[in-house]
């Protein structure tokens, strides 16, 4: 499965970045092989609905799961209709530090 | 004449300029007065009369899931986020659509055609024999201010004599409502807020290309950087209502300072006066 991270940089190596639809990068990990995938967010800079359009383009990207730090309520209704599993990271470490999070079951369900 | 009533700061007193402005007018001449701040419309507090209310609707994308082969065209052109495309189903989300139709022309499968939407309502009712008044009101939770703006001034386009009463700010909402005016009143008070936010105003109206006077209202006789602003930047002072326990307890009472105080007409026809010279418009 393919878990979205939002993240400030574009390496596995960056802070996570709290923000979904505004987010400068997406990093999809493979939870199989170990290998990602960095995407520049079209979106970060939008004026408005960005939460809907960055939802729709970690759905074209086949994501299974997303991990950030806040959602809005578009981008959630988007993402629960799609059946992508969303979960909060709160801390303020990597890319890399929150997948293995994920990995080992510590990340709460966003509500 | 199409007369707009702006300030920058909210509570300097535009709906006290206008609606005192049309009750005095109203008397020898038609006057169309026109809420434009449809998120918080008052002038009908203070004309009582029987209100003929329609709504007023956007056209909103609705989605033929049968013929929808969720090619995700639609979602891709939408500037605003506002249809999402799943490989099963499309989202819509109501409150970010600007209403631009493009989702329906782009559609390779003809899968989607408009509906309208509501966001307010128009109210319209004759307080005194030659006033009409206009009241745009935008519904509660709708986001898009202008499209009621824009249709309380579309039903007011051919009435010879329009007052347009502005929302505070120099957003939108505020563009809308005056542009197109032959002239604009600013409305401002004796604080630094009144203005700083005067000086905000002004630039809208400037880069509007409309011209612009100012009236002071709740003055405590201290206005020098007011009139220095004024000064240097063209705008005449066209009326300067003092600050007065006595027309705030009027207004209080939602009244009109030119009905209880009739001597007052005199003070607002002058100020219509000034404004027709200024916009250059014969009477």
Redesign the interface.
């Known amino acids: 499965m393919k878990v979205c991270i939002t993240s400030q940089g574009a390496t596995p190596d960056a802070k996570v970045e709290e923000r979904f639809g505004r987010a400068p990068y997406f990093i999809l990990m493979d939870s199989e092989t170990g290998s990602f995938e960095a995407v520049a967010n079209p979106?970060a800079d939008?004026?408005?609905?960005?939460?809907?359009?960055a939802?729709?383009l970690i759905?074209?990207k086949k994501a299974g799961a997303l991990i950030s730090g806040m959602l809005g309520g578009?981008a959630k209704?988007?993402l629960d209709?799609?059946g992508i599993v969303q979960y909060a990271y709160r801390s303020t470490g990597t890319v890399r530090e929150a997948f293995e999070a994920f990995k080992n079951n510590t990340l709460a369900r966003t509500q | 004449m199409k007369l707009a009533v702006a300030s920058g700061k909210g509570g300097t007193g535009k709906s006290m300029v206008a609606a005192n402005l049309a009750f005095t007018l109203a008397w020898t001449e038609n006057i169309t007065l026109v809420d434009c701040d449809v998120e918080e419309p008052n002038l009908h507090l203070f004309f009582s009369g029987h209100e003929e209310e329609r709504d007023v609707t956007v056209p909103v994308p609705v989605i033929d899931e049968s013929a929808c082969n969720h090619c995700g065209k639609c979602s891709e052109f939408c500037q605003y986020g506002a249809l999402t495309v799943l490989p099963d189903r499309v989202l819509f989300f109501p409150e970010l659509c600007h209403s631009c139709g493009g989702c329906t022309l782009v559609c390779p499968k003809g899968a989607i055609h408009e509906a309208p939407k509501r966001i307010g309502t128009l109210a319209i009712s004759h307080p005194m024999p030659k006033l009409k008044l206009i009241t745009g009101t935008l519904d509660s939770g709708s986001p898009h201010a202008v499209p009621v703006i824009r249709e309380a001034k579309r039903v007011s386009v051919r009435d010879p004599e329009v007052i347009l009463d502005t929302a505070p700010g120099t957003s939108c909402p505020v563009v809308e409502a005056i542009d197109g005016s032959d002239f604009c009143i600013l409305v401002t008070e004796s604080t630094p807020f009144g203005l700083h936010d005067l000086q905000l105003a002004a630039d809208v109206v400037t880069k509007l290309g409309i011209p612009a006077g100012v009236v002071i209202n709740r003055s405590d006789g201290k206005d020098d950087e007011t009139i220095r602003f004024c000064v240097d930047h063209d705008l005449e002072i066209l009326l300067t209502i003092p600050f007065s326990r006595e027309i705030a307890a009027i207004q209080g009472k939602g009244d009109l300072l030119c009905r209880a105080r009739p001597e007052w007409q005199k003070e607002f026809a002058a100020l219509a006066l000034k404004c027709r010279a200024l916009a250059g418009v014969e009477p």
């Open positions: 979106f939008g004026a408005g609905g960005v939460g809907p359009k939802a729709q759905i074209d578009n209704a988007v209709a799609a």
